[in-house]
């Protein structure tokens, strides 16, 4: 399928970026045939793959690079009283191999021989995998600094390492040279839209495990907004194709000091610090901010800042930890300082409406954010405050503001 500009309405056949600089889209957003998602035959054997009707890539399943990745499992976590969709339960560990899984499916049929792609974390693992898989060669650029033990994963994928100096900005300029050069093809978890394909295909398996009903609120960890985005499009589509009736507000969980959707909603004040346990999301200049800032006024969504010490607070808290190592969480995940986890929050009483006993969904990601205290409010009183409102999400609207991060998690109620 071809890509367009939103911006300018140019199209390509293939391109990493438009020529006027903006990030591409699919010139379409495939739907499936039938009315209702029970004349479909949605068969989680096939992993997301079983979502083919509504991706734009894959016709052909001889292309698909795939390792069974999807259908990762929700669990009900009472303590918050909540549910969490537990993303990192997939091959390299995170929700990127939904990325992944789309964009080397791509590079196949646009027939690359070699990849590249910027980053340390979890998309250069997932990447570097997928290509291991589709038997095309991969280069991941990353800081020269970077531990060695954070690039194991992409080393032992057999994709090469490039190491260097500079910014991490550096890092991504030094990785679109080889793209403009000719040397390789992008597989940008930040600008290729089928890794945001991919990423949607979270939203299909909620709505799935969810009898086809769409929660209120999705939580999620909000750095360059691929799974952000993907969920954004994938409840969109689901709605677009008449299988679900609304799309849920989308909030999201930035961290302090890296901040700028959250800036941008609440002011600069509202997103100082240095959250550098949340290293995962720590993008100053997302690739698609307008996307995102788009995403959340059509969903009445919210974005906000964490503190270091409330997500660190978050990870030691026992007992939510205790109920999902219960239900399976990888001990690798245990061991590095956390549970990520994901909820869903029973949605109370609303601009004067009754509570309608609905829920909204969480996710996580590898390296973990712990997302919002369910039952607490976000809303501002002063400083330092710590009212809960006995609405659960009710300060989840457009008018949130952001408390100091001690009351917006409320860690008293939680530091047993
Ligand atoms: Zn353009």
């Keep these: 399928m071809s890509l367009r500009c939103p911006a300018c309405g140019d199209s390509y056949a293939d391109r990493w970026r438009c020529r006027c600089g903006a990030p591409l889209e699919f010139s379409d957003q495939p739907l499936p045939p039938t009315e209702t998602p029970e004349d479909a035959s949605i068969d989680p054997r096939n992993g997301l793959w079983t979502f083919e009707d509504f991706l734009p890539v894959g016709a052909d ?127 940008s978890h930040a600008w290729n839209p089928a890794f945001f394909a991919g990423t949607a295909t979270m939203a299909y398996e909620i709505a799935h495990q969810r009898d086809w009903s769409v929660p209120d609120a999705v939580v999620m960890p909000l750095g360059h907004g691929t799974m952000f985005l993907g969920a954004y499009g994938g409840f969109r589509a689901l709605r677009d194709a008449g299988w679900t009736d609304r799309v849920p507000k989308l909030l999201g969980a930035q961290a302090a000091g890296y901040a700028p959707i959250a800036a941008e909603l609440h002011g600069k004040d509202a997103v100082v610090g240095d959250n550098t346990v949340a290293d995962g999301i720590q993008i100053r200049q997302p690739v698609q901010k307008d996307s995102i800032l788009d995403a959340i006024e059509a969903t009445d969504g919210d974005a906000i800042a964490l503190s270091k010490e409330a997500v660190a607070s978050e990870l030691k808290t026992p007992p939510p930890r205790r109920v999902l190592h219960r239900t399976d969480v990888c001990s690798r995940t245990r061991r590095s300082g956390g549970v990520p986890k994901s909820g869903r929050h029973r949605v109370g009483r609303r601009r004067g409406r009754p509570a309608l006993g609905k829920r909204a969904e969480g996710v996580a990601q590898k390296p973990s954010v712990r997302l919002m205290r369910p039952k607490r409010p976000l809303r501002s009183s002063a400083p330092g405050a710590d009212s809960v409102s006995p609405s659960g999400l009710s300060g989840l609207s457009a008018s949130t503001t952001v408390r100091p991060a001690r009351s917006q998690y409320g860690h008293a109620s939680r530091s047993s």
């Design 61 to 187: 399943p001889s292309d698909r690079v795939t390792l069974g990745e999807g259908y990762t499992p929700m669990v009900d976590v009472p303590e918050w009283d909540a549910t969490f969709k537990l993303e990192y339960v997939f091959p390299t560990g995170s929700f990127k191999d939904r990325g992944a899984t789309a964009t080397l499916t791509r590079a196949m049929e646009v027939g690359a021989d070699r990849i590249v792609e910027d980053s340390s974390g979890n998309a250069g693992a997932a990447i570097a995998t997928y290509a291991a898989r589709a038997g095309i060669d991969a280069e991941i650029y990353v800081p020269a600094g970077v531990k060695e033990s954070k690039v194991k994963a992409i080393r032992r994928a057999g994709a090469d390492v490039v190491r260097v100096e500079g910014s991490r900005e550096d890092v991504t300029d030094a990785c679109i040279d080889a793209v403009t050069d000719g040397e390789a093809w992008y597989a």
